[in-house]
């Protein structure tokens, strides 16, 4: 069906100041969405108060307004530009509650602006625990068992029917912020009166405890004819009880079975549906226990997340581009052919360096290869903190105690120092144990591991099959050089004379 002709001016949502949980990939996905649109001859406004953005160049959005995102500055903005609809997806949390509030405050109905893309009803049943949990047992789509509440007193009696440890998940909150997990009752009243607080309607869900369970996501799209798609399947490295923001992400996912990530994908579906997303892209969370195979939904976002910037760039699919053409009317077939610095904790010297469900990072570094190896190592020199892959050779020199004791509270490091442990020949059921790293990937730290052990002494006398082999592993020349104990650019000359020069893909 052609692109809807009874809408004209469009308004768009921005996401505000850079902060955890939310930040530039909004500003990539806003910035491509007023380019499609405006590509479609619709005219554009855009709210958002941060200046240092491409999003809000001159050249994004036909009007751009640098002002506060409050309602009140919103409500001005639509008195005055008058436009025929807002589009609240695209702009991260941020833009969706502003939404939601200008549509409960009657002010949608009041100047006859239309949401598309996820409709308020939409929006209230993803992101209000409650009823999101009550539709999905109703739907007997699995979730974990826990319950609502709206003071100390509701959330104490919901866990003493779950007992502990517990997580705790704020309505409407990004990040996993004001969230985490209790494991005493102490803890457990400090988390839930926080977890009211940072609610914007006073909302926590208390839920089992599914840490050390495996973490996937499914970036899934839907049309207004119903067609559905999954864009991209993600596995975190790390279990449940490190956000996804602070966990190394890989996608394709690797370790389910394909009846498992066909189940997976048909819960998705039915989920979105129920959701009532009309148009666009929504990310839905799963947790799945290793040990039985038992799948739940732990939540979903009805627009695009920091997770759909990540899966646009390893697939090739763009994502924010595609949700706002199906926003105006466009399905998905209609549009396929479309698709062919420094940041670490010691900058925040007072922050708590463990990682829990609260998100904590404030960059991120992604790469793409062949090899889960090549992916991983691109990734960790792309990290700019000194080391050339995925070994951090400072680790030598910590105690087996020492070692045990950080890969059993999660941290920056962890990654570095699974490579340290299994260079020491820890064998990877301890390391699952002390982690939940599911052993697939360890297999795959320790074989990296064993190439850096064997490495030789000399560059000049391995054989062409050996130079690819390093190589396909995610070797860079100059860890190489490291271990060889030459120059790079020595490295760099064997391994040419040897004929093993870089190839260039496309991402298909």
Known sequence: MPCRDDLETILLIG????????ACEFDYSGTQACRALADEGYRIVLVNSNPATIMTDPASADEVYLEPLTVATLERVIERERPDALLPTLGGQTALNLARELALRGML???GVELIGARLEAI?????RERFQTLMLEREI???RGGIAHNLQEAIKVVRITGFPVIIRPAYTMGGSGGGVAKTEEAFTTLAERGLRASPIGEILVEESVLGWKEFELEVMRDRADNCVVVCSIENLDPMGVHTGDSITVAPQQTLTDREYQTMRDTAFEVIRAVGVETGGSNIQFAVDPATG?????????????????????????IAKIAARLAVGYTLDEIINDITGTFDFAKFPSVDSRLTTSMKSVGETM???????EALQKGLRGLEIGVNGLFDDRLTEIADSELAESLETPGAERIFQLAEALRRG?????????????????????RMTEHDVELEVSPVDISVDRWRELKTAG???ARLAERWGVTESGVRAARQAAGVVPAFKVVD
């Not at 790469?367 to 190896?373: H, K, M, V």
């Not at 820890?426 to 599911?438: F, K, Q, S």
């Open 15 to 22: 996401s505000g100041p850079i902060v955890i949980g939310q």
């Open 109 to 111: 109905e009041e100047y």
């Open 124 to 128: 209230e049943r993803a992101e209000d």
């Open 142 to 144: 699995a979730v974990p």
């Open 294 to 318: 038992r799948q739940v939904v732990i939540e979903m976002n009805p627009r695009v997340s920091r997770s759909s910037a990540l899966a646009s760039k390893a697939t090739g699919f763009p």
């Open 367 to 373: 790469a793409i290869g062949r090899t889960f190896g």
């Open 426 to 446: 820890w064998a990877v059921e301890r390391l699952r144990t002390l982690t939940g790293v599911d052993p697939w990937f360890l297999y795959q730290l320790k």
């Open 475 to 477: 070797f860079s020349d």
